[in-house]
Protein backbone atom coordinates (compact mmCIF):
# COMPACT_ATOMS: atom_id res chain seq x y z
CA UNK A 1 0.00 0.00 0.00
CA UNK A 2 0.79 3.94 0.03
CA UNK A 3 0.59 7.10 1.38
CA UNK A 4 -2.58 8.82 1.68
CA UNK A 5 -1.18 12.23 1.32
CA UNK A 6 -4.50 13.90 1.59
CA UNK A 7 -4.78 12.10 5.00
CA UNK A 8 -1.49 13.66 5.78
CA UNK A 9 -1.93 16.88 4.13
CA UNK A 10 -5.99 16.64 6.13
CA UNK A 11 -3.57 16.04 9.64
CA UNK A 12 -1.12 18.75 8.74
CA UNK A 13 -3.74 21.48 7.99
CA UNK A 14 -5.32 20.76 11.04
CA UNK A 15 -1.92 21.20 13.03
CA UNK A 16 -0.95 23.97 11.23
CA UNK A 17 -4.57 26.12 12.84
CA UNK A 18 -3.87 24.97 15.77
CA UNK A 19 -0.10 25.88 16.20
CA UNK A 20 -1.47 29.37 14.72
CA UNK A 21 -4.43 29.65 17.50
CA UNK A 22 -1.64 27.97 19.81
CA UNK A 23 0.59 30.51 19.28
CA UNK A 24 -1.66 33.53 20.52
CA UNK A 25 -1.23 31.33 23.52
CA UNK A 26 2.26 31.65 23.92
CA UNK A 27 2.67 35.73 23.84
CA UNK A 28 0.43 35.64 27.03
CA UNK A 29 2.78 36.46 30.16
CA UNK A 30 3.17 33.03 32.85
CA UNK A 31 1.34 34.91 35.47
CA UNK A 32 -1.39 35.68 33.45
CA UNK A 33 -1.58 32.30 31.62
CA UNK A 34 -1.73 30.70 35.28
CA UNK A 35 -4.27 32.67 36.76
CA UNK A 36 -6.73 31.79 33.98
CA UNK A 37 -8.30 28.51 33.45
CA UNK A 38 -9.41 29.04 30.01
CA UNK A 39 -5.52 29.57 29.06
CA UNK A 40 -4.39 26.38 30.53
CA UNK A 41 -7.17 24.44 28.90
CA UNK A 42 -7.06 25.58 25.67
CA UNK A 43 -3.50 25.07 25.88
CA UNK A 44 -3.92 21.35 27.11
CA UNK A 45 -6.68 21.10 24.31
CA UNK A 46 -4.16 22.62 21.49
CA UNK A 47 -1.37 20.30 22.61
CA UNK A 48 -3.39 17.40 22.81
CA UNK A 49 -4.92 17.64 18.56
CA UNK A 50 -1.83 18.58 17.49
CA UNK A 51 0.19 15.64 19.35
CA UNK A 52 -2.24 13.16 18.88
CA UNK A 53 -2.36 14.33 15.08
CA UNK A 54 1.23 13.81 14.42
CA UNK A 55 1.07 10.56 15.87
CA UNK A 56 -2.10 9.65 13.54
CA UNK A 57 0.30 10.89 10.58
CA UNK A 58 3.17 8.36 12.28
CA UNK A 59 0.97 5.24 12.19
CA UNK A 60 -0.48 6.19 9.14
CA UNK A 61 3.07 6.51 7.29
CA UNK A 62 4.43 3.30 9.37
CA UNK A 63 1.13 0.80 8.42
CA UNK A 64 0.71 2.02 4.97
CA UNK A 65 4.38 2.53 3.22
CA UNK A 66 6.13 -0.18 5.69
CA UNK A 67 3.48 -2.42 7.11
CA UNK A 68 4.21 -2.14 10.50
CA UNK A 69 2.49 -1.07 13.70
CA UNK A 70 4.84 0.58 16.40
CA UNK A 71 4.42 -0.72 19.94
CA UNK A 72 3.98 2.33 21.60
CA UNK A 73 3.28 6.08 20.29
CA UNK A 74 6.65 7.12 21.75
CA UNK A 75 8.19 4.41 19.96
CA UNK A 76 6.24 5.59 16.60
CA UNK A 77 8.28 9.21 16.42
CA UNK A 78 11.31 6.14 17.30
CA UNK A 79 10.24 4.37 14.09
CA UNK A 80 10.23 7.48 12.01
CA UNK A 81 13.80 7.60 12.49
CA UNK A 82 14.23 4.56 11.84
CA UNK A 83 13.07 4.88 8.70
CA UNK A 84 14.49 7.99 7.95
CA UNK A 85 11.42 10.29 7.94
CA UNK A 86 13.31 11.96 11.33
CA UNK A 87 16.79 12.45 12.32
CA UNK A 88 17.42 10.06 14.88
CA UNK A 89 17.61 12.79 17.71
CA UNK A 90 15.01 14.76 16.94
CA UNK A 91 12.72 11.76 17.05
CA UNK A 92 14.05 11.33 20.44
CA UNK A 93 13.70 14.87 21.63
CA UNK A 94 10.07 14.91 20.28
CA UNK A 95 8.82 11.46 21.27
CA UNK A 96 8.46 12.64 24.93
CA UNK A 97 5.44 14.85 23.29
CA UNK A 98 3.26 11.43 23.59
CA UNK A 99 3.91 11.14 26.99
CA UNK A 100 2.74 14.86 27.38
CA UNK A 101 -0.36 13.80 25.05
CA UNK A 102 -1.23 10.55 27.13
CA UNK A 103 -1.10 12.92 30.52
CA UNK A 104 -3.15 15.53 29.19
CA UNK A 105 -6.21 13.16 27.40
CA UNK A 106 -5.78 10.40 30.37
CA UNK A 107 -5.25 12.70 33.31
CA UNK A 108 -2.97 10.18 34.99
CA UNK A 109 -1.28 12.61 37.43
CA UNK A 110 -2.43 16.25 38.08
CA UNK A 111 -1.32 18.11 35.11
CA UNK A 112 1.05 20.84 36.28
CA UNK A 113 -0.16 24.08 34.25
CA UNK A 114 3.38 25.24 34.32
CA UNK A 115 4.68 22.39 32.50
CA UNK A 116 2.03 22.89 29.88
CA UNK A 117 2.86 26.59 29.81
CA UNK A 118 6.58 25.65 29.00
CA UNK A 119 5.55 23.32 26.84
CA UNK A 120 3.80 25.62 23.68
CA UNK A 121 6.73 27.49 23.00
CA UNK A 122 8.48 23.87 22.71
CA UNK A 123 5.83 22.69 20.40
CA UNK A 124 5.98 25.92 18.67
CA UNK A 125 9.53 25.16 17.58
CA UNK A 126 9.68 21.22 16.71
CA UNK A 127 5.94 20.55 15.76
CA UNK A 128 6.70 22.65 12.28
CA UNK A 129 10.15 20.86 12.03
CA UNK A 130 7.98 17.66 12.16
CA UNK A 131 6.07 18.83 9.76
CA UNK A 132 8.98 19.55 7.47
CA UNK A 133 10.37 16.62 7.52
CA UNK A 134 7.05 14.58 6.71
CA UNK A 135 5.97 16.88 3.84
CA UNK A 136 9.58 16.94 2.52
CA UNK A 137 9.46 12.75 2.76
CA UNK A 138 6.63 12.36 1.18
CA UNK A 139 7.45 14.80 -1.55
CA UNK A 140 10.33 13.08 -2.27
CA UNK A 141 8.46 9.48 -2.29
CA UNK A 142 6.04 10.57 -4.63
CA UNK A 143 8.29 12.39 -7.17
CA UNK A 144 10.66 8.72 -7.71
CA UNK A 145 7.15 6.70 -7.83
CA UNK A 146 6.10 9.12 -10.47
CA UNK A 147 9.49 8.44 -12.16
CA UNK A 148 9.27 4.98 -12.00
Same mark, same amino acid.
Not at 81 to 87: P, R, V
Given at each position: ?38 ? !???? !???? !? ?100
Amino acid at each position: MSIDKKIVNRKITLISRDLKNLKEISVIPMAKYLSNDTY !EALA !ERYL !ERIIGRMIDINYHILSEEHNETPIDYYNSFLMMAEKKYLSSDFAKKIAHSAGLRNRLAHEYDEIDASKVYKAVPVSLRDVPKYLDCILKHIDKNLKQKKLI
